[in-house]
């Protein structure tokens, strides 16, 4: 079983359009994570949720939105597309208590065109 | 804040030569520390990790990083790499109450 499973691994999309990117981890970890990875492979973290409460927000642009259904679940919701959002998008998780490193998911490749 | 840097942006290697790649950190608390491979196509693995005891940490596939507080340094070794070393690695810090913070990666390249 995948630990830290995203959908989809790969979008392609148009300018100006609004998508989503799923993640889910069945670890019963209480902390997730969205990072966004550059072309030059540059990590930056966009959100991270704890028990469902946004705890920090890096100064991303407000079209992006995180969305937590459930302590499993950060899915990561974005608004009028454009290109420079294009890039890598990684999910990951981890448990605050008791675990220190964070694991990742498989990444999504958004494309804008 | 804190922040992480990396010594060098690309590293190109022949098999079975030494490998260092350097870390560095900004934070004078207690951190946790970690380096992250990436191979081609594929998601954050975690090689290792140090938040207390031994200094010399041992990671997977023969990996080792040495964790040096005065010079704020965590910096990653292997004696001997192999082609499939061939990856992007990260190194992180992560203290109590912050998030991970990610260095910009070393690339290494290893020749056959």
């Known amino acids: 079983d995948t630990a830290v499973s995203q959908t989809p691994k790969y979008l392609v999309t148009q300018m100006g359009n609004d998508k989503s990117i799923k993640c889910e981890q069945n670890?019963?970890?209480?902390?997730m994570y969205w990072y966004k990875q550059d072309s030059k492979k540059f990590l930056k973290i966009m959100f991270s949720?704890?028990?469902?409460?946004?705890?920090i927000n890096e100064t991303v642009p407000n079209r992006f939105s995180p969305k937590s259904p459930d302590k499993a679940h950060l899915n990561l919701h974005i608004n009028s597309l454009e290109l420079g959002d294009s890039a890598v998008y990684f999910c990951?998780?981890?448990?605050?208590?008791?675990?220190?490193?964070?694991?990742f998911g498989q990444g999504t490749r958004l494309t804008v065109v | 804040a804190q922040s992480v840097s990396q010594h060098n942006h690309h590293v190109i290697l022949s098999e079975a030569a030494s490998l260092e790649l350097g870390c560095n950190y900004s934070?004078?608390?207690?951190?946790?520390l970690f380096w992250y491979v990436q191979y081609p196509g594929q998601h954050l693995q975690l090689l290792l990790k140090?938040?207390?005891?031994?200094?010399l940490v041992k990671g997977i596939k023969g990996f080792e990083a040495e964790f040096i507080k005065s010079k704020f340094s965590f910096n990653l070794r292997k004696p001997s790499v192999q082609w499939s070393d061939t990856a992007e690695y990260f190194c992180?810090?992560?203290?109590?109450?912050?998030?991970?913070?990610f260095g910009p990666g070393t690339r290494l390249s290893v020749l056959p």
């Open positions: 949720y704890n028990n469902k409460e946004l705890i």
């Open positions: 934070y004078g608390g207690t951190v946790n």
């Open positions: 140090y938040f207390s005891g031994d200094p």
């Open positions: 670890l019963g970890h209480d902390t």
């Open positions: 990951a998780s981890r448990e605050t208590a008791t675990s220190i490193e964070a694991f």
């Open positions: 992180a810090v992560h203290n109590y109450g912050q998030n991970f913070v």
